[in-house]
């Protein structure tokens, strides 16, 4: 019997002030959707986990939570672990060091990437706060799993004070290259790795991810290794590989819903005749949105024939916009939108619906059965889930997807039509080809990658990877009593 303690930067709700009245949503990204997915799930009732417990940091205050202000946290069937930051410190770690150096930097951008020794400190701090409130309560028998490159000192900074913790970490975003990797001042890259080591078990999306991580290990911190598995400070660390899946039938069930047929019915009703490109993504210069709207221009010029019978739906979803690289990008997005619109609209059609907004779930469920082809082309990509959720939400197996090869998601979902996104005549001769693919062919291609997401769906991932950590404590064990 053992408790399983979740710890990601974010806790998986945020709570909305307007006035007197408190809201409460869902924190966007795949990790929440997932770990929600398995709490909820029977596998999650049948396990030996006794209690759920999620720490993250809170963006109400003390006061609220206390006064219980935040309603309804029970019906999250978990426990909430809220931690306080100062918000001068949190500015620093987050959108300093986490989205200013890391961020930009593991998904090769390294002509964004920030370099300020106080970011850095403000990232170990926040970690050492981490730690501090989880080790007084910490319990021989906990399992803990800590989420994404926000968190990467902390595994480290509790083994050293647990040494017997069971800890696994698992990374969201790609692990780059060790060429990249060794451009961080040698104090950060040898802090960063030693802090990974301190988990048993470091998980990765895809295998590319797993052997950049190894090699950097190797060259920074000079540990042996034999394939996956790392002799360090004479303990056995494992690097494996999981690529997140999804809630697949939440997604392939949402037609059900009257309200998501009531949704499709209306956006069928206003684009009759039209076929419909759909995108959703976090704005986000990593997503590739300005590549993707110069590639559906350059095709609108190639294939005037499609021109009145083709809309771009592009859904962007507010992020991090206290962050200048991505303030920027929001106003060049929007005047490319202007001027493909105002290049090509007539009386009766415009070809790019732009909305910069939260979707909510049957809006986002509707659009996604709505379309015909979903252009997803990030220029680096951990996974990439709105590929996955895409699939399993087509009717009838209707519906094409054109995805980055540049994304985690291209290396399981090879039946869609993979692109360079910064390749224009690629990217529209693709469109092209989408549009015009003949129905068996479409459903051909969507049953074999909808077979590939129902088999490895996100229950499956959460309990891989809880059943690896536990082997990796066996292995450990056993070479100890040696
Ligand atoms: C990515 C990261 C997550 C993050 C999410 C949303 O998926 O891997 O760690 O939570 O983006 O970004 P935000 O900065 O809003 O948490």
Redesign the pocket.
């Known amino acids: 019997m053992a408790r399983l303690i979740i710890i990601?930067?974010?806790l998986p709700f945020s709570v909305d002030h307007d006035g007197d009245q408190v809201s409460i949503r869902q924190?966007?990204?795949?990790?929440v959707s997932a770990i929600k997915s398995y709490f909820e799930s029977d596998a999650a009732k049948n396990s030996n986990i006794t209690e759920k417990i999620w720490m993250g940091v809170a963006d109400f205050s003390r006061e609220d939570f206390d006064r219980e202000v935040v309603p309804k946290l029970d019906k999250y069937d978990f426990t909430a672990l809220p931690i306080f930051i100062d918000k001068a410190l949190y500015k620093d770690y987050y959108n300093g060091f986490s989205?200013s150096t890391l961020w930009p930097l593991f998904h090769y951008f390294p002509s964004v990437v920030e370099y300020h020794s106080h970011y850095f400190e403000a990232y170990s701090k926040v970690n050492s706060l981490f730690a501090e409130t989880l080790l007084p309560i910490l319990q021989p028998d906990d399992v803990i799993w800590i989420?994404?490159?926000?968190l990467m000192l902390l595994p480290g900074m509790l083994r050293a004070r647990a040494p017997k913790a069971t800890i696994g970490f698992f990374l969201?975003?790609p692990f780059p290259s060790y060429e990249i990797f060794r451009t961080l001042p040698t104090d950060w890259k040898m802090n960063l790795l030693r802090g990974l080591m301190g988990a048993d078990l470091v998980g990765f999306h895809t295998y590319d991810y797993v052997e950049h991580f190894v090699q950097s290990v190797r060259m920074v911190l000079g540990a042996d290794n034999s394939f996956r598995s790392i002799q360090y400070q004479n303990r056995l660390v494992k690097a494996d590989l999981f690529p997140i899946g999804i809630d697949y039938k939440k997604f392939s069930n949402a037609g059900n819903e009257p309200e998501v047929q009531e949704l499709r019915a209306e956006v069928q009703k206003n684009f009759e005749g039209k076929k419909i490109i759909f995108s959703v993504d976090?704005l986000d210069y990593t997503k590739g949105l300005m590549d993707r709207l110069i590639g559906f221009e350059y095709f609108l010029n190639q294939h005037p024939e499609w021109q009145e019978r083709v809309v771009f739906m592009l859904n962007v979803v507010p992020?991090?916009d206290d962050i200048i690289a991505y303030t920027r990008r929001k106003r060049t997005i929007e005047e490319k939108v202007s001027s493909i619109n105002g290049k090509f609209s007539s009386i009766s059609w415009q070809p790019v619906i732009y909305r910069y907004m939260h979707l909510p779930f049957n809006e986002l469920a509707a659009l996604y059965q709505s379309a015909d082809v979903a252009l997803i082309t990030p220029l680096r990509d951990?996974m990439n889930l709105v590929a996955k959720e895409y699939v399993a939400s087509t009717v009838n197996q209707r519906g094409v997807l054109i995805l980055s090869e540049l994304a985690g998601a291209a290396s399981e979902l090879n039946e869609a039509l993979l692109v360079n996104p910064t390749d224009v005549q690629d990217v529209s001769n693709a469109i092209a080809r989408a549009l015009a693919m003949p129905i068996p062919e479409q459903k051909q291609r969507m049953a074999l990658m909808q077979k590939r997401l129902i088999d490895y769906d996100v229950i499956r991932w959460v309990n891989d990877f809880l059943d690896q950590l536990s082997n990796v404590k066996t292995e450990q064990n056993k070479q100890q009593t040696k």
């Open positions: 990601s930067n974010r924190s966007s990204g795949g990790l989205n989420h994404d490159y926000q969201h975003i976090r992020s991090r951990g």
